[in-house]
């Protein structure tokens, strides 16, 4: 049974930082894209970043451009979010979702909240 499982959030101070971990459980990790979303209360999911499966190839939502930064690591099945300068609007639920052609999972989420 595949599996994909974010991990890495929690209460953290304005100004702060969190690392963000998504892993799939599938042998053909290397070929999904990628993509982080964040819900935040009252508001639709939407996406904050990708990351295409050649590794280099990022895209970042306006409102989290030079904070949040996307790798992946294919050889763990894991692609991590780094997230810096954390806001009181960057609180919300993260969602990892990975995606190959027609095939899309997504995850449970994991809450973020940044609040002093």
């Known amino acids: 049974q595949v599996q994909l499982v974010e991990s890495g959030g929690g209460l953290v101070q304005p100004g702060g930082s969190l690392r963000l971990s998504c892993a799939l459980s599938?042998?053909?990790?290397?070929?999904?894209?990628i993509s982080w979303y964040r819900q935040s209360p009252g508001l639709e999911r939407r996406q904050v970043a990708l990351?295409?499966?050649?590794?280099?190839?990022?895209d970042y939502a306006d409102s989290v451009k030079g904070r949040f930064t996307l790798s992946r690591d294919d050889a763990k099945n894991t692609v991590f979010l780094q997230m810096n300068s954390l806001k009181p609007e960057d609180t919300g639920v993260y969602y990892c979702?990975?995606?190959?052609?027609?095939?899309?999972?997504w995850g449970q989420g994991t809450q973020v909240t940044v609040s002093s």
């Open positions: 979702k990975a995606r190959w052609w027609t095939t899309t999972y």
């Open positions: 599938v042998s053909t990790f290397s070929l999904y894209t």
């Open positions: 990351v295409e499966p050649d590794g280099g190839t990022t």
